[in-house]
Structures are given as structure tokens and as C-alpha cells.
């Protein structure tokens, strides 16, 4: 089989190079194992990093045969870096692995996952079996947000992030996702290709540190929420049926406390049941909004990202080919032009 690594890069210029390397020596092994095809290739994403991420990727082009890389314009987010690079290989491989550039998934697991793709599973998920090396924080959001995806009837895989082995057909159906929401934690199993999982042993970072901030990973949550659940929706209407109980037996007790002149001023209690229901109206309101808000931007159908550079060495090979053809055919004109004359 040929294989595609697509590993998005932000700022990675710490790691890039061990990256590389250690990909590079996985290649060889399972070249040598006759599992891969020698022309699998790495291919770097690099989503608008401000260091020296891309000149690095640039030079492990022109020295290492299996880098590609793939630059884009803007920084775009770790998900539409991911789609950017499965997109762009989806043509050129069998199979595709995303694994991020740190290298904290677990490197040996992927010719696990090259296993379950030659027994037939389309879809091959790491699923992140022992944590330790994460902050205890990150750990507990994480399950948390696992748990609360489950209840709410997302359809994703638990402790999965996105290292994962698409096969080429699972990258066609994959492009016909065109929502600018993107989360394809959830989308990749809505597909319903046939699939599997293996186990994924969390390591510490090579070097540097997590470009994934508290910021972000609650924006990805809130994503994988919206973006495939309308039960929110559901509890905020059952929220207001009950307070609408609540309010027949509040009034039932104001007439009774009227008739019986037991009625008590209550600054309080009053500011406290106004604040109460008014916070909860701004809560219901505020679900709402994100869900009008991405029917604002799903509307607008922009583009996920653009690419500002590939470097592909079969695309060199070609446009030097097709250069040489150009020159000979030049040549032979000159003959033919000096014959006539």
C-alpha cells in the first residue's frame, strides 16, 4: 500500500526536525517489512505558523525523499489543517494517517493501524488508552467532555482525538463534508465506513509545548456540541415547561399568602427569583445564538482554507519532464527550421 502521513504543524519549529526523523526511520522499518510501498510520504501542514516551521519543512524537502509540505495561507485551526492535508493527498495514497507533529500518539501503533487496513476496515481509530503524561485538568475535561457527547447523542468515538487511519475510500466520502464547522471527531464515524480501533499510548512532547489552549480546546467542545446535536435545544425547551409549573405553584402560593394576609415583604427572595429566572432566559438565549450563529457562517459557504505552496516531488519530477519535452521539442523545431532554410 501506499501511505500518507499528513501531521499539521503551528509553530513547531522545536520539533520538527526529531518529527522528521523518527516518521522517516518508521517508513524504512516497514518498507524493509514490505508493508508500504517505497513512494509513502510525510506531508507537513503548516498552518500559518510564526516561527520557522515552514523554512524547516522547506529543507527537509530538499534533503529527506519522503517529506512533502503544504503551506497555507492563514493560520485556519488544527481541524481545517487536518482536512487541508487529507484533501490534498487524497488522490495520491491508499491510506492516510493524521498524527500531530509532537508525536505524543503513539508511533508504533500506526503499522497496527496498516493491519487492520489490509484486513478490510476502511476507518482506524487511536484511542488513547493511558494518559499520564496530560495535565490532571486536561485529563478530567477531557472525560468529561467524552461523557457529555455521549448524553447528548453525538456519535463519536471515546478517548479518540483525531490520530486516526483513513483508507482512500473513507477520504472520498470524507470530501463531501463540506460544513465550515468543522469537527471531524464526529464526522469521520457519521460516515459509517466499517472500522476499528487500537489501542494509542500517550507520550510526552519531543520538545516545546501544547499549542492547544484551554481557549481552544472549549471552542473544539462547543463545535462538536452544536455542530451535531440540536438536544440542547430540546433541554432548554423541557427547561421552560418546568419553570412553567414552577410558576403555577409560585402564583397558587401568592393568592393563598394574599387571602391568609400572611404576606411578608421580601426583598431578597424577590431580587433572588428575578435574577434566578433572568439569568436562565440569558442561558437560553445564548444556546440559541450559537446555533443561529452557525447557521450564519455554514450559509456564507467560504472556503476552509487556501493553499499557498505545495511542495510535491512528484510535481517537481513532472514540471522538470515536461521542461525537458519543451526543450527537445524547441530543438527539434530548430532542426526542422534550418532543414527548410
Not at 501511505?3 to 526536525?17: D, G
Not at 487541508?84 to 494517517?97: H, P, R
Request: proline content about 2%.
Amino acid at each position: 500500500m501506499r501511505l500518507a502521513i499528513v501531521s499539521p504543524c503551528y509553530n513547531e519549529q522545536e520539533v520538527l526536525r526529531e518529527s522528521a526523523e523518527r516518521l522517516t526511520d518508521f517508513f524504512v522499518s516497514l518498507i524493509h517489512k514490505g508493508k508500504i510501498s517505497p513512494d509513502s510520504y510525510i506531508l507537513y501542514v503548516n498552518d500559518g505558523s510564526k516561527d520557522n516551521t515552514w523554512k524547516i519543512i522547506k529543507d527537509l524537502y530538499a534533503t529527506n525523499p519522503y517529506v512533502r509540505g503544504l503551506n497555507l495561507v492563514g493560520n485556519v485551526g488544527h481541524q481545517n489543517a487536518i482536512m487541508a492535508g487529507m484533501m490534498t493527498v487524497k488522490n495520491a495514497c491508499d491510506a492516510a494517517i493524521t498524527i500531530d507533529c509532537d508525536l505524543q500518539d503513539d508511533v508504533n501503533a500506526m503499522e497496527e493501524m496498516i493491519d487492520r487496513y489490509e484486513e478490510g476496515y476502511d476507518v482506524v481509530y487511536g484511542v488513547k488508552v493511558c494518559r499520564k503524561v496530560d495535565p490532571v485538568l486536561k485529563r478530567s475535561m477531557a472525560v468529561g467532555f467524552y461523557k457529555l457527547q455521549e448524553k447528548l447523542g453525538v456519535k463519536a468515538v471515546y478517548n479518540h482525538a483525531d490520530f486516526r487511519l483513513l483508507s482512500n475510500r473513507a477520504l472520498g466520502h470524507l470530501s463531501l463534508y463540506k460544513e465550515k464547522n468543522l469537527y471531524l471527531r464526529g464526522i469521520v464515524p457519521l460516515m459509517g465506513c466499517n472500522s476499528t480501533t487500537v489501542d494509542d499510548v500517550i507520550s510526552d512532547r519531543i520538545a516545546g509545548h501544547s499549542k492547544y489552549t484551554l481557549k481552544k480546546m472549549l471552542t473544539l467542545a462547543t463545535d462538536g456540541i452544536t455542530s451535531f446535536s440540536v438536544r440542547p435545544l430540546h433541554l432548554i425547551f423541557g427547561l421552560g415547561i418546568l419553570f412553567l409549573f414552577i410558576t403555577l405553584f409560585i402564583f397558587v402560593y401568592v393568592l393563598f399568602s394574599f387571602f391568609t394576609h400572611h404576606i411578608v415583604p421580601g426583598w431578597t427572595s424577590l431580587m433572588l427569583s428575578v435574577w434566578f429566572i433572568g439569568s436562565i432566559m440569558l442561558l437560553s438565549v445564548g444556546v440559541v445564538g450559537e446555533y443561529i450563529g452557525k447557521i450564519y457562517i455554514e450559509v456564507k459557504h467560504r472556503p476552509l482554507y487556501h493553499i499557498g505552496e505545495y511542495l510535491n516531488h512528484e510535481e517537481a519530477n513532472e514540471n522538470y519532464l515536461k521542461a525537458e519535452n519543451t526543450k527537445e521539442h524547441i530543438h527539434e523545431s530548430h532542426k526542422k527550421a534550418e532543414l527548410i532554410y
